[in-house]
């Protein structure tokens, strides 16, 4: 049984910084494509970050340089340091995770396990 759960979030003002955790387990490939996509009320999922087997990372282009996404291909995790947040940022935000080989893209079909989602909320 696939599991993908995050931690971290919170509230936080303009400017401020937060971290985020993710871990996959239950599935026999090691090298999962994680990601990490964010959700407001109304809108699409929109991808955030993603990292797979070699450590290479895709950022969307509205958190580069702000956020940094590190990948543990030992323990499955994936976190999220987000620094200089903007109110924009303020959304639910999900991991997710493929045991599929492939690119690990940054859309939402690549995709099959998700978690709970945790919320970040981003004060002016």
């Known amino acids: 049984q696939v599991r993908v759960v995050e931690s971290g979030g919170g509230s936080v003002e303009a400017g401020g910084s937060l971290k985020l955790s993710c871990v996959a387990s239950?599935?026999?490939?090691?090298?999962?494509?994680l990601a990490w996509f964010r959700q407001t009320p109304g809108k699409e999922r929109e991808a955030v970050a993603s990292?797979?087997?070699?450590?290479?990372?895709k950022y969307a282009d509205f958190v580069r340089g702000r956020f940094t996404a590190t990948k543990d291909n030992r323990k499955n995790t994936l976190d999220l340091e987000m620094h200089n947040l903007k109110p924009e940022d303020t959304a639910m935000y999900y991991c997710?995770?493929?045991?599929?080989?492939?690119?690990?893209?940054?859309?939402?079909?690549?995709?099959?396990?998700w978690g709970q989602g945790t919320q970040v909320t981003v004060s002016s």
């Open positions: 997710a995770a493929d045991f599929n080989w492939g690119e690990c893209l940054l859309t939402r079909s690549r995709y099959n396990y």
């Open positions: 239950g599935n026999t490939n090691p090298w999962p494509c």
């Open positions: 990292a797979g087997r070699g450590g290479i990372t």
